[in-house]
């Protein structure tokens, strides 16, 4: 089956700009998730989808951070306007929830770099 | 914050055992013990997971020790492909209630 895709792979803007993430999950997972991984640390859970409702978006700084998951498959975050302190790999993982919540299955992420 | 501690880092030689520790003393009884790695340029992949007898897959192996306090990653026979940083995670097993906490994991470098 096909894994979880993300574009763009690599992004570079300056700050005060703003940028969009997409991700396309495994077909038939119903559980999204957006991670920040900043350089030598593990990743951080941002927000989580169950379809297109938010499960948990305690972690997403909401006043620059925004994502969607329209029709409860595709999702976009967006950053606007970015800081220097954002540059980190965003990544996206998906599941089937429930019993197997825990396996988790990541894209390959997209690096962004803030000048 | 995470609730395991793992060292910063070891080397392997190519073809032995590595034997990756991890501190989990605040566990509850809820709580299973979840092992991811995330080789370099890559989303992390589950391994493994287990609530306190040993399990093993065609990856590797888990010791989970009586008192659950602590655990053991074990990949019998160690390849390059296997160095990545190897993340120990505490959560409960069942729905999204503590979700992935990744802490700063073990990066492990396999040595030719």
């Known amino acids: 089956e096909a894994g979880v895709a993300q574009s763009p792979r690599y992004k570079i803007i300056e700050k005060r700009q703003s940028v969009a993430f997409w991700c396309n999950p495994i077909s038939g997972h119903a559980t999204l998730y957006w991670y920040q991984q900043i350089l030598g640390q593990g990743p951080k859970l941002l927000i989580q989808?169950?379809?297109?409702?938010?499960?948990?978006d305690s972690q997403l700084p909401k006043d620059r951070f925004s994502a969607e998951r329209l029709k409860g498959v595709d999702s976009t975050l967006k950053i606007q306007p970015a800081k220097l302190e954002d540059s980190a790999v965003y990544l996206c993982?998906?599941?089937?929830?429930?019993?197997?919540?825990?396996?988790?299955?990541f894209g390959p992420g997209t690096r962004l770099t803030v000048t | 914050d995470a609730k395991t501690t793992q060292p910063p880092s070891m080397d392997c030689a190519e073809g032995r055992a590595a034997n990756l520790p991890c501190n989990h003393s605040?566990?509850?009884?809820?709580?299973?013990v979840y092992w991811y790695r995330q080789i370099h340029s890559q989303g992390p992949q589950y391994i493994i997971h287990?609530?306190?007898n040993n399990e093993t897959n065609e990856m590797a192996s888990l010791i989970i020790t009586e008192d659950r306090k602590s655990s053991t990653l074990i990949l019998p026979h160690a390849t390059l492909r296997d160095t990545a940083v190897y993340y120990c995670i505490v959560r409960p097993k069942r729905g999204s209630q503590g979700n992935l906490i990744f802490g700063k994991g073990i990066k492990l470098s396999v040595k030719p």
């Open positions: 993982a998906s599941n089937t929830g429930g019993t197997r919540s825990y396996e988790q299955y």
């Open positions: 287990g609530l306190k």
């Open positions: 989808f169950q379809n297109n409702g938010v499960v948990d």
């Open positions: 605040t566990i509850s009884g809820n709580e299973y």
